[in-house]
């Protein structure tokens, strides 16, 4: 009888959560393909571009002018007091940093380019962003995610599944 009750137990624990699974709407988009289907995105993405090319071609032109410089003094340095060589070296080392800070300010983390990339594309971001959200309230969809080649990332969560602040309260009241 005592297990007849408990597996019956089991049972309607497993209907339940079999039915409310039922429920659950999961979906996902490829962001790059609405990007590429976006016309104003592939007009901004153009424009980046443009810009990306010209900060390129300067740092190319640079390090170009950096190598001939460089050559020349191998070229010369036996020939050269080694107070010239000594100076040359020094202007050689500066060349050689402004070429690293010039890309450093330009295609670092922080850099110009990265400032103009969130610059033009943010409000894309969030018009796509906001599309998505449209389209998953619409859908009743629960959880909606970006399938980027190595990676997966959550668009949209139907604020009933956020936990943060039930494992925030576990965490300041030290029951983990």
Same mark, same amino acid.
């Given at each position: 009888m005592k297990r007849s009750l408990i597996a019956l137990c089991v049972m309607a624990v497993a209907f339940s959560a079999s039915a409310y699974a039922q429920d659950l709407k999961i979906g996902y988009v490829n962001s790059q393909k609405i990007f590429e289907g976006?016309?104003? =995105?592939?007009?901004? *993405?153009?424009?980046?571009? =443009?810009?990306?090319? *010209?900060?390129q071609d300067s740092l190319d032109a640079m390090i170009k002018s950096f190598q001939e410089e460089y050559q020349a003094f191998e070229a010369q340095q036996g020939l050269m007091a080694d107070e010239a060589k000594q100076a040359r070296q020094q202007e050689l080392l500066a060349m050689q940093n402004e070429v690293q800070q010039y890309r450093q300010r330009i295609f670092g983390n922080s850099g110009e380019a990265a400032q103009l990339r969130d610059k033009i594309l943010a409000p894309l971001q969030e018009k796509v962003l906001v599309a998505i959200k449209e389209v998953a309230k619409a859908e009743k969809v629960n959880f909606m995610f970006d399938k980027i080649e190595d990676a997966t990332i959550m668009l949209y969560a139907d604020e009933k599944f956020d936990y943060t602040f039930k494992v925030l309260d576990v965490l300041k009241r030290g029951n983990n």
């Open positions: 976006l016309p104003e =995105a592939q007009e901004a *993405q153009k424009r980046l571009d =443009a810009r990306l090319g *010209q900060w």
